[in-house]
């Protein structure tokens, strides 16, 4: 893998004239993971999906620049809250669906390393319909590694997931990705807390950074300094206040 | 469909039939017993058989030809802004026209022989698998496209592996309707100029009032529709079955 670039996001975007958000400044540090928080619709996806390279039916005006002035295309994985497996494959075709969809020769071995590296070995050979949710986004997590980009994008993609197992993807994410330069959206203080090495809340006018715990991503539930930072962000997120 | 139900029904169909024929007194060359229809069967099966066979290849064919054209404007469709603004319009103009009323014209212009019912049959079927094709692969999840733009892939691997393969379903659904169309479609063919098939067979019983045969005839067009019918649903069934 190439080395991870740091990522500098600075812009507004509008619909129709009508501002969805104002002149906002995101800078994304290399190798560490970067949370958007806000309420919905105030552009957080948006802000992602412009860094991706996807469609947003917005007009943004501003900058996009990784910090070692290459552009971002190709080196950037993208996880979504749904685990967009395709049902028609096994999982471990679904891991190597990018070498397929770009007509390169699949690795199957690697595929394999990255089953076992989710702990999913025993599936490698079943359809997405035969396992859980759980089990879905560690596939989807699988994929992600399997494309080895530098820079991952996240949004919400453990929000559809039961609590216990949330918290078990949140702590296989970190590992797996601690390497890498990961923006992650989430409307989930407690996910902020435990994974962001740096957190911002997203308003409309502007972008707000908050004060994330020192210690080392993945923190423990019940440390004392992730449920203080989870405590302040959800105080802020529902007063505006801090 | 159930086996068992379905031959519970079609037990009862013709018990009732047979009550009416009985009850009512009505004249053979009007409603002929359902015996009477089995004996024509037998005693003309080989007349009848002959005349099937040239039903089913020209369904068949119908069948093919009409799914593969469907298939390729659906993709063609799907794949090309233009296509759309220039062919939707003139699709859909298609179906104004009713397609029996081509029947002559096609006759006329293909001879008596298979190939006007063939075309008829695909002209049917034509519509129904690209309009349900075209939706199909005109509704494939976004979030899958998103992954597919991060991942770097080409367009026509982005068609095939994804939106063909996600459209599937899709095509079952139309080639369920083409299944229960494409006999229409050559049966009218066949009435409407034709010297082999089971329509004509049918005209012809009909002509010389040999009723039984007209009735053996029909029963046969309907039990092969149904074959067909299931053969498709099984197709169709596995085209949707990781989906």
């Given amino acids: 893998m190439n080395a991870a670039p740091g990522i500098s996001f600075a812009g507004k975007a509008s619909i129709d004239g009508a501002a969805l958000f104002a002149q906002i400044t995101l800078e994304i540090p290399a190798y560490q993971w970067t949370c958007l928080l806000g309420s919905s619709g105030v ?27 290459q552009p971002l295309t190709d080196r950037v994985a993208y996880m979504a ?52 949710g759980g089990q879905r986004q560690r596939v989807a997590l699988a994929r992600t590694l399997m494309e080895n980009r530098p820079v991952i994008l996240l949004d919400e993609p453990f929000s559809a997931l039961d609590a216990k197992t949330r918290a078990e993807m949140q702590e296989l994410a970190a590992e797996l ?37 020192t210690t080392l991503p993945a923190r423990s539930i019940d440390d004392p300094q992730t449920l203080t930072t989870q405590n302040a962000l959800f105080h802020f997120l529902r007063t505006g206040a801090q | 469909m159930n086996w068992k139900h379905s031959i519970i029904s079609a037990v009862a169909l013709i018990i009732v039939w047979q009550v009416i024929v009985i009850t009512t007194g009505v004249q053979s060359f009007i409603l002929p017993s359902p015996l009477k229809v089995a004996k024509a069967l037998w005693f003309y099966r080989e007349l009848i058989a002959e005349h099937a066979w040239v039903t089913i290849i020209e369904v068949f064919l119908g069948m093919v030809i009409g799914t593969t054209l469907g298939i390729l404007t659906a993709i063609h469709l799907a794949t090309s802004a233009a296509a759309r603004a220039i062919l939707r319009p003139i699709l859909v103009f ?76 899709s095509l079952g659904s139309g080639l369920r309707l083409a299944a229960v169309y494409a006999p229409i479609g050559a049966v009218i063919g066949e009435w409407v100029g034709a010297s082999k098939g089971l329509g004509y067979l049918m005209l012809l019983a009909n002509g010389r009032v040999k009723i039984d045969l007209m009735f053996a005839t029909l029963i046969v067009l309907a039990v092969l529709t149904v074959c067909l019918h299931l053969s498709v649903d099984i197709l169709a069934r596995r085209l949707a079955k990781d989906h």
């Avoid at chain 1, 996806?45 to 910090?67: H, K, M, Q």
């Avoid at chain 1, 990018?98 to 070995?121: F, H, N, W, Y």
């Avoid at chain 1, 390497?179 to 994974?195: K, M, N, Q, S, Y």
């Fill in chain 1, 177 to 213: 990705l601690a390497d890498r330069t990961v923006l992650l959206v989430t409307h989930d203080p407690a996910e902020a807390a435990r994974l962001a090495h740096s957190g911002y809340v997203m308003q409309p006018d502007q972008l707000i950074p908050m004060d994330m715990p």
């Fill in chain 2, 94 to 169: 298609s179906q104004a026209v009713p397609v029996f009323a081509l029947a002559p014209i096609l006759v006329l212009w293909f001879g008596y022989g298979i190939w006007s019912k063939i075309i008829m049959a695909v002209l049917i079927i034509y519509f129904p698998v690209t309009s349900a094709f075209f939706d199909g692969l005109m509704k494939t999840p976004a979030g899958y496209l998103d992954l597919a733009k991060t991942m770097g892939a080409t367009r026509v691997r982005t068609l095939w592996h994804i939106r063909f393969k996600a459209a599937l379903p």
């Fill in chain 1, 81 to 132: 809250q749904s685990d967009l497996l395709f049902p028609w494959l096994t999982v471990t075709n679904n891991v190597g669906i990018g070498a397929c969809l770009r007509g390169e020769k699949p690795d199957t071995e690697r595929a394999a390393q990255m089953i076992k590296r989710v702990g999913l070995s025993d599936h490698a050979n079943k359809k997405p319909a035969a396992l859980s």
């Fill in chain 1, 43 to 69: 552009g957080k996806s948006t802000v992602l999906r412009l860094i991706a390279g996807l469609e947003t039916y917005v007009e943004f005006n501003g900058d996009i620049t990784a910090s070692d002035a």
